[in-house]
């Protein structure tokens, strides 16, 4: 349901500049809609979702969205061109601007599927997925993918990876600095242990100048999101984002060129949205915490903050109407707030 808090917004940006990316059992589509009340030009992703998922079970409930969220990317997940390229199909009928091909997640669950980051293996395979998916439909087809597998640090499986995934016709690569450790991590430990090697990146950028490229990895900050923006075409940033979400607010201004204005005037402006949209979606059955657990994070740094995220992730009260949850938030907070001030 379109917010009115959306109604002075620019229109979105098409770019790759800044983006939040994909991120399992969190970028849903409640959370991209917090995310896109926070900026108007980050492009948006979906949790990765398998073929099989698309194809066999209920396509609407994968792929609803808000209209707000555009400029809006469906990541999947899998390896047969044929069921990829059906899903692209699905893709483009439900308007989505960008069909991403996941080549990067390590859980022994997706390589059991041969697919995410084991495709690295298998160059000519994805190169046969990015085919049939852009002969299948006319939106921008996308490949996120490691810098390398396991501990071989070689640049060459990378760039030539690159180079024979560019020939089927890929021209936007999303880029994860660290290797994919197949065997003996965990995929939290795959985000963290293996090291982050951003100047792999920036040499596929210098080999492949007529491509895009976007970083991915470790990004904590606007000022290191900056840096590296420096040379390629944009940056993916995920956890920081998702944990803290008010992050997104200056975005627009200091990435995008929008003037201040166009940005949320306060944190209370966009929970007032939230909650809006979180009532209409309770009224057609949609559990309060299965959308409120998304802005926890949102009044991180404030006084009054613990008492605030106790009361949006207090169990017992799931079953009220989100209205009323806020209200209660608000009255527990706001004297702790007084208190501190």
């Given at each position: 349901?379109?917010?009115?808090?959306?109604?002075?917004?620019?229109?979105?940006?098409?770019?790759?500049?800044?983006?939040?990316?994909?991120?399992?059992?969190?970028?849903?589509?409640?959370?991209?809609?917090?995310?896109?009340?926070?900026?108007?030009?980050?492009?948006?992703?979906?949790?990765?979702?398998?073929?099989?998922?698309?194809?066999?079970?209920?396509?609407?409930?994968?792929?609803?969205?808000?209209?707000?969220?555009?400029?809006?990317?469906?990541?999947?997940?899998?390896?047969?061109?044929?069921?990829?390229?059906?899903?692209?199909?699905?893709?483009?009928?439900?308007?989505?601007?960008?069909?991403?091909?996941?080549?990067?997640?390590?859980?022994?669950?997706?390589?059991?599927g041969s697919f995410?980051?084991?495709?690295?293996?298998?160059?000519?395979?994805?190169?046969?997925?990015?085919?049939?998916?852009?002969?299948?439909?006319?939106?921008?087809?996308?490949?996120?993918?490691?810098?390398?597998?396991?501990?071989?640090?070689?640049?060459?499986?990378?760039?030539?990876?690159?180079?024979?995934?560019?020939?089927?016709?890929?021209?936007?690569?999303?880029?994860?600095?660290?290797?994919?450790?197949?065997?003996?991590?965990?995929?939290?430990?795959?985000?963290?242990?293996?090291?982050?090697?951003?100047?792999?990146?920036?040499?596929?950028?210098?080999?492949?100048?007529?491509?895009?490229?976007?970083?991915?990895?470790?990004?904590?900050?606007?000022?290191?999101?900056?840096?590296?923006?420096?040379?390629?075409?944009?940056?993916?940033?995920?956890?920081?984002a998702y944990h803290?979400?008010?992050?997104?607010?200056?975005?627009?201004?200091?990435?995008?060129?929008?003037?201040?204005?166009?940005?949320?005037?306060?944190?209370?402006?966009?929970?007032?949205?939230?909650?809006?949209?979180?009532?209409?979606?309770?009224?057609?059955?949609?559990?309060?915490?299965?959308?409120?657990?998304?802005?926890?994070?949102?009044?991180?740094?404030?006084?009054?903050?613990?008492?605030?995220?106790?009361?949006?992730?207090?169990?017992?009260?799931?079953?009220?109407?989100?209205?009323?949850?806020?209200?209660?938030?608000?009255?527990?907070?706001?004297?702790?707030?007084?208190?501190?001030a």
């Amino acid at each position: 349901m379109p917010s009115s808090f959306f109604s002075s917004m620019p229109a979105a940006s098409p770019s790759w500049r800044v983006c939040v990316a994909p991120m399992l059992d969190w970028t849903d589509r409640h959370c991209r809609y917090l995310h896109r009340l926070l900026s108007r030009h980050a492009r948006l992703y979906t949790e990765m979702i398998h073929t099989g998922a698309l194809l066999h079970g209920d396509a609407a409930r994968f792929l609803q969205y808000d209209a707000t969220e555009h400029p809006l990317a469906l990541q999947l997940g899998g390896s047969d061109p044929a069921d990829l390229a059906r899903c692209t199909r699905l893709a483009q009928e439900w308007g989505y601007d960008e069909v991403n091909l996941n080549c990067g997640c390590p859980s022994e669950r997706v390589q059991r599927g041969s697919f995410g980051a084991c495709l690295m293996r298998e160059p000519q395979l994805v190169a046969d997925c990015v085919k049939a998916m852009r002969d299948a439909a006319n939106v921008e087809v996308t490949v996120k993918h490691r810098i390398g597998l396991d501990r071989d640090e070689s640049y060459a499986q990378v760039r030539d990876f690159v180079g024979q995934v560019a020939e089927a016709g890929c021209r936007v690569f999303i880029v994860h600095a660290r290797n994919a450790w197949l065997k003996g991590l965990s995929p939290k430990e795959n985000r963290d242990i293996p090291p982050l090697r951003y100047e792999v990146v920036r040499q596929l950028k210098q080999d492949f100048p007529q491509f895009r490229f976007v970083i991915n990895g470790g990004i904590k900050d606007s000022a290191q999101a900056e840096e590296l923006l420096d040379g390629l075409d944009g940056v993916m940033i995920g956890r920081q984002a998702y944990h803290d979400p008010w992050w997104l607010a200056e975005w627009d201004a200091r990435f995008f060129g929008d003037l201040p204005a166009a940005a949320p005037a306060s944190r209370e402006a966009v929970e007032e949205a939230m909650v809006d949209y979180m009532q209409a979606q309770h009224r057609q059955g949609v559990p309060t915490f299965a959308m409120a657990r998304h802005m926890l994070g949102l009044r991180n740094g404030l006084p009054g903050a613990r008492a605030w995220r106790q009361v949006w992730s207090d169990h017992r009260l799931k079953h009220f109407p989100p209205r009323e949850i806020h209200r209660q938030a608000q009255v527990l907070s706001v004297p702790q707030t007084l208190a501190q001030a």
